[in-house]
C-alpha cells in the first residue's frame, strides 16, 4: 500500500509555494513569484542520508554511512536545484540513476528487501518523477 501511496504522491503533487515580497517606500509594491520546492526530493535525500546512519548504527558499517551521507548530500543538492530551475534536473537524475542501477543490483543479488530493495525502489520512482516533469512541461531554453 505504501507504494501505491508514493507514486500517487509523485504524479500528482502540485509542490509551489507562493511567496509575497514587499520593497521599502517609496516603492511599496507587492512582487509575487511562483516558486516551486522539490519536497519529493528533499524527502528522497533525507531518506538516502538516514539509510546510511541506519546501516552504520545497525551493523557498524562506516562504506554505508559514507555512501548514505554523500549520496543523500547529492541529492539534497539535486533538490535544492531542481526548486531553483525546474529544467536542472541533471545532479537529481544522476544521484537517483545511479543509485537505481547500485541498489537494484544489490536487491537482485540479496533477494533482500531492506535496505536494497526499498532504496532501489525509492531511486527508480526518483527516476520516473523526474521523467514525468519533463513531459509534463515543455523546456523553455
Known sequence: MFPGLLVA???LSNSSVLQTTTQ???YNS???SNMSVDYVG???AALVATGGVVGYVK???VPSLAAGL????LAGVGAYQVSNDPNNVWVSLGTAG???GVM???FYGSRKLFPAGVLAGASLLMVAKIGLSFLQKPNKS
Open 42 to 44: 528533499y524527502g528522497y
Open 30 to 32: 507587492t512582487a509575487e
Open 104 to 106: 537494484g543490483k544489490r
Open 59 to 61: 551493523a557498524g558499517s
Open 24 to 26: 521599502s517606500p517609496p
Open 70 to 73: 554523500l549520496f543523500g548530500g
Open 9 to 11: 504522491q509523485l504524479v
Open 98 to 100: 545511479t543509485l537505481t
